[in-house]
């Protein structure tokens, strides 16, 4: 199972050769087995690549995550067809009934309100309470919109004159970019379980490709919001570093636990997309399997 991320930040020429990733630099050479990497960021424009390393990337299920002048995640390159039932599964997900896609949407933000309020009680931070009172009061499809009034409550708990719109303060890039990185990881879970990234639960914009992950990504979010949060207090500045992106990428090793089992959340997004596959075939949206914050990260090794 693939488990390994690969940040690079430096001039670079990447090549396959004996099922290997291989990056030249200067003078030096590191080849790393394609089967072991999970994800791979390329954060600098001065990256050289063949197209026998896509296709090898793209047939080991590796999310290639590439910048935009400013460094932020802005696109992300996934496999194509690769679920040996791809069809059946997408004619499952298409045809999913509007109460079970609700029932659905509801244990996603439950799930998500509880692990903000989980993040406070970690900090010591007040209101955690108060976001579980709300997580039980969320109803079929949210329809009261519960998500956005705990998120009032728990930004201004976590943060010190905090506004998340705002493009200036350097807790939201790091929140952004730790997003970007997850969202590309839950991308690649989706297509490797059979998933349409188009086809969302909730969200249902006609220009956006990746509904269903921005689905999936809610209850995700606070574990970012705490690396975030971590990150903001140990180091300064005005805008993100490439250690503060190197930082933020690490996020997917970050623990998280579903039901008793400890994983990295690389791993709790493949749990999560293969058990929604589950609960649309079988039209139960208990069988969807959520993160819950640890609190806690394990020892993560390039």
Same mark, same amino acid.
Request: no cysteine; net charge negative; glycine share 6%.
């Given at each position: 199972m693939a488990w390994r991320g690969v940040h690079i930040s430096q001039p670079s020429r990447l090549k396959y050769r004996d099922k290997q990733l291989v990056v030249d630099q200067d003078d030096s050479s590191v080849s790393l087995a394609i089967e072991d990497i999970a994800w791979l960021i390329l954060d600098t424009p001065h990256i050289s690549?063949?197209?026998?390393?896509?296709?090898?990337?793209?047939?080991?299920?590796?999310?290639m995550i590439v910048p935009d002048e400013k460094h932020h995640p802005s696109g992300v390159l996934l496999p194509f067809h690769q679920h040996h039932a791809q069809a059946h599964i997408a004619h499952s997900q298409v045809g999913m009934s509007l109460p079970l896609k609700k029932r659905l949407w509801q244990n996603i933000i439950v799930a998500k309100i509880t692990n903000q309020a989980a993040l406070l009680d970690a900090l010591g931070r007040e209101r955690a309470p108060a976001l579980r009172a709300m997580a039980g009061r969320v109803g079929s499809g949210d329809p009261d919109?519960?998500?956005?009034?705990?998120?009032?409550?728990?930004?201004?708990?976590?943060?010190?004159?905090?506004?998340?719109?705002?493009?200036?303060?350097?807790?939201?890039?790091?929140?952004?970019?730790?997003?970007?990185?997850v969202r590309a990881a839950i991308a690649r879970a989706c297509v490797a379980s059979g998933l349409l990234p188009a086809f969302g639960l909730h969200h249902a914009s006609k220009v956006n490709a990746f509904n269903l992950v921005d689905d999936l990504i809610e209850p995700f979010r606070p574990f970012v919001d705490s690396c975030a949060?971590?990150?903001?207090?140990?180091?300064?500045?005005?805008? $993100?570093?490439?250690?503060?992106?190197?930082?933020? *990428?690490?996020? @997917?090793?970050?623990?998280?636990?579903? #039901? +008793?089992?400890?994983?990295?959340l690389l791993a709790a997004t493949e749990a999560i997309a293969t058990s $929604?596959?589950?609960?649309?075939?079988?039209?139960? *949206?208990?069988? @969807?399997?959520?993160?819950?914050?640890? #609190? +806690?990260?394990?020892?993560?090794?390039?």
């Open positions: 690549l063949t197209v026998s390393l896509l296709s090898a990337l793209a047939g080991a299920g590796v999310a919109n519960i998500e956005a009034q705990a998120a009032r409550a728990y930004w201004s708990a976590l943060f010190d004159k905090f506004t998340r719109s705002d493009e200036n303060d350097r807790r939201n890039a790091l929140l952004n970019y730790g997003y970007a990185v949060n971590a990150r903001a207090h140990e180091t300064e500045g005005d805008t $993100l570093t490439v250690d503060d992106r190197r930082h933020m *990428a690490n996020i @997917l090793n970050d623990t998280a636990m579903i #039901g +008793t089992e400890r994983m990295t $929604l596959v589950r609960a649309i075939e079988h039209g139960s *949206a208990l069988l @969807l399997q959520l993160p819950e914050f640890a #609190g +806690t990260k394990p020892d993560s090794g390039q």
